[in-house]
């Protein structure tokens, strides 16, 4: 080979390893804008997957529809899980009375503690009912009107201090004139 040949071979062959480190560098900057087009277009995927969920599902197996008992139904739903309280002087008692009657919260005489209700059902049921629609200020608690729920009527209120006298010992409810 002469010194001329020589020199055309080194150049071609420069130029053939110019082209091709050129296409891999070409090649390498176009996988990995193609990948992050993938990447953040697959993300975008899952987000509208997730938006265009449906809210419920056609239930098509013929079954009744009911709200899984150990599941706890949002709050106002309408649906509870708890069980239907049947008592409606139970449901009165439980709109707002039990909230201190109960555990006996701020100075309130505990529901079934014939202690604490000592000497109250004797003073009747008229005077009793008095007693919640005007509220109490009693140097060891207060009780807002009507327990703090103004739309509980005289008759829910009744209701409620009947249950309260029946979960006293026998006499309580007689004492304060209430069907016991
Ligand atoms: C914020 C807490 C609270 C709520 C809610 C509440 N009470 Fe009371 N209640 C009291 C307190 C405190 C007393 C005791 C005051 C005292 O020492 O005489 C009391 C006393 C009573 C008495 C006895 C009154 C008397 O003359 O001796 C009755 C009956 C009564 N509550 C019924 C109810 C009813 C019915 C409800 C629901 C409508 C209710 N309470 C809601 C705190 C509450």
């Not at 277009?41 to 197996?61: F, I, T, W």
């Not at 708890?82 to 039990?98: K, W």
């Not at 000497?119 to 060891?140: D, F, H, W, Y």
């Amino acid at each position: 080979m002469s010194d001329q040949q020589d020199s055309k071979f080194m150049y071609n062959f420069s130029l053939v390893i110019f082209a091709l480190v050129v296409i891999a560098i070409g090649a390498y900057f176009m996988a990995s804008h193609i990948y992050t087009g993938y990447v953040e277009s697959q993300r975008e995927d899952d987000m509208v997957a997730s938006r265009l969920q449906p809210v419920g599902e056609v239930n098509s197996s013929g079954a009744a529809v009911t709200v899984a008992s150990n599941v706890a139904a949002p709050e106002g739903s309408g649906a509870s899980a708890e069980p239907e309280i049947t008592d409606p002087n139970e449901r009165a008692y439980r709109r707002i009375c039990f909230s201190c009657h109960e555990m006996g919260i701020g100075g309130a005489p505990k529901t079934g503690d014939a202690t604490a209700w000592a000497g109250r059902p004797e003073k009747g049921i008229a005077t009793l009912m008095q007693s919640v629609i005007n509220g109490v200020n009693a140097p060891t608690g207060v009780m807002l009107p009507r327990g703090g729920l103004p739309d509980m009527t005289d008759e829910e209120i009744r209701s409620a201090i009947t249950y309260m006298m029946l979960q006293l010992p026998e006499g309580a409810a007689a004492a304060a004139g209430v069907d016991g």
